[in-house]
């Protein structure tokens, strides 16, 4: 077995059986003919290297030969094709935070960086908006800030828009607008075969049904027309802390305002279990609520969570949406968003938050920080999003999950699987509804799936839907190009 990047071609059992693929340099001389004078081919030693290949999570290292740095959708085009005709895996990538296990088993590819994709041109009526597929959450919401506008994204604004999106797209807005892939209008795909598609309600509209939800199963979205809206003025947010005697009163107050899936169509929820030893040497449990709308409206919805008596209240404001992220912790200069840290998600969608279930996983987490500290930074999160502005939305309205976010440890790897699991597996049992004896299936959110889910628990238990699916991924990808994100068999 040979595998030397400073050779032309690498010959190795890792790639169909020990084949011969042209290495970095040999990649670099065959696509700088055909590319575009603007793209650019990176391979390692490269800055430009590392950084497109540099990833949110060290547990998620897929291993590629070369990036390729499109300037236009026929680059993204010649490098499919080159990948295909040379049997080479390839994987977008925009910002990098992609955390499925499935990643791993990534070798020898191409890194089709779709970063410099990132022009936003907003319609002349103001509707829509002509995206690339490069763009960010934050830079969208800047962008559109300046002309008075907005736009749903995922609630960390460091993530592209388009990955969000395709596996759903949770976020603030959706309440208001709904999901992200609710917001999708058309797109330009480049399918496994390297063609460009328009797809949308009424071209390709099957592919257009499957890349809103399940995209990164089926193509390369090069750009697309987004719904915008008027912005709102201010956001209301506050933040409360408390210590563990007052867990039960927390998520009940929480269910209460969450009853039945009425969340207020402008309110959403973060709650945390987190661990902070200058407020205290347990865990301590975080609620923030961010609003939109003006602290007078939102002042009822806070009043149940003053009414428990905190320990602290950290924020209590009024701010412009774009300056929002940043404030609440989850924007782009936040420690969230940055790279360089293990990350590894276990979400769980509920119905409701029980009391009982939470104790349990509280003295769970307490167990984990205290014996194993490397997990300090790991939270366990519990997020309530309105439903209200969603189209067609199965019946969770509350999603928990643990997150583990670990410096890079061999032994840690092991670890944050183990309680994962385990975090999953008492959430799952504390859903089964009251006086019934009917067990939920479990379901999850595609985008912070580990990767060892079933398909069911990720893309839905109905028939129909994974039949269709399934389906359209052998019509469109029958050679499964598109197989490092949740895949679809």
């Not at 999160?381 to 583990?404: C, N, P």
């Not at 859903?431 to 580990?450: C, K, M, W």
Request: charged share 15%; with cysteine; proline share 6%.
């Amino acid at each position: 077995m040979l595998a030397s990047i400073g050779n032309d071609y690498i010959d190795t059992d890792a790639i169909s059986n020990i084949r011969a693929v042209p290495g970095p340099h040999g990649i670099q001389q065959d696509l700088g003919g055909q590319l575009s004078p603007e793209a650019k081919v990176y391979y390692p030693g490269n800055p430009g290297y590392t950084t497109a290949t540099t990833r949110w999570s060290a547990a998620s290292h897929p291993e590629f030969l070369v990036v390729v740095v499109p300037a236009t959708d026929q680059d993204v085009v010649v490098a499919v094709k080159y990948a295909n005709k040379n049997k080479i895996p390839f994987l977008a990538v925009n910002r990098g935070h992609g955390t499925s296990i499935d990643m791993n088993n990534l070798r020898y590819g191409i890194n089709i960086y779709v970063r410099n994709l990132d022009n936003i041109t907003i319609a002349p009526n103001g509707h829509s908006a002509i995206l690339g597929g490069g763009v960010y959450s934050d830079q969208l919401i800047q962008t559109l800030a300046l002309k008075g506008k907005t736009a749903a994204t995922g609630a960390c604004t460091c993530v592209g828009v388009v990955g969000a999106g395709l596996g759903g797209g949770l976020g603030r807005y959706q309440g208001l607008f709904g999901l992200v892939a609710d917001n999708f209008l058309e797109m330009t795909v480049i399918t496994a075969s390297g063609a460009i598609h328009t797809v949308s309600e009424n071209r390709n509209a099957d592919l257009f049904w499957a890349m809103r939800g399940a995209g990164h199963n089926f193509g390369i979205v090069t750009s697309f027309e987004y719904k915008i809206n008027d912005s709102i003025p201010s956001w209301y947010i506050a933040t409360y802390i408390y210590t563990k005697e007052k867990l039960e009163a927390v998520f009940s107050a929480l269910n209460d305002q969450n009853d039945n899936s009425n969340q207020p169509k402008e309110l959403t929820t973060y709650t945390v279990f987190a661990f902070d030893p200058n407020i205290s040497a347990e865990p301590v449990i975080i609620v923030s609520l961010w609003y939109a709308g003006p602290a007078a409206s939102a002042h009822p919805y806070t009043l149940p969570f003053l009414a428990l008596n905190p320990r602290l209240t950290t924020k209590n404001d009024s701010i412009p949406y774009p300056s929002l992220a940043d404030a609440v912790g989850t924007g782009i200069n936040s420690p969230i968003c940055k790279p360089g840290l293990s990350v590894n998600i276990f979400p769980t969608g509920i119905l409701k938050f029980n009391l009982s279930t939470n104790r349990q996983v509280y003295n769970l987490y307490a167990e984990l920080v205290t014996q194993h500290p490397g997990f300090a930074g790991s939270v366990v999160q519990f997020e309530a999003y309105s439903m209200l502005g969603i189209r067609s939305v199965k019946a969770e309205s509350t999603a928990s999950s643990f997150l583990a976010r670990y410096p890079p440890s061999s032994s840690d790897d092991d670890i944050a699987p183990l309680y994962g699991h385990q975090f999953r597996t008492l959430f799952h049992n504390g859903d089964t509804p009251a006086r019934s004896s009917f067990q939920r299936p479990l379901n999850t959110y595609i985008n912070h799936a580990y990767g060892d889910e079933s398909m069911e628990m990720m893309y839905g238990y109905e028939k129909w839907r994974l039949g269709k699916l399934k389906k359209l991924k052998r019509e469109w990808d029958p050679r499964g190009a598109f197989g490092w994100f949740h895949p679809i068999r």
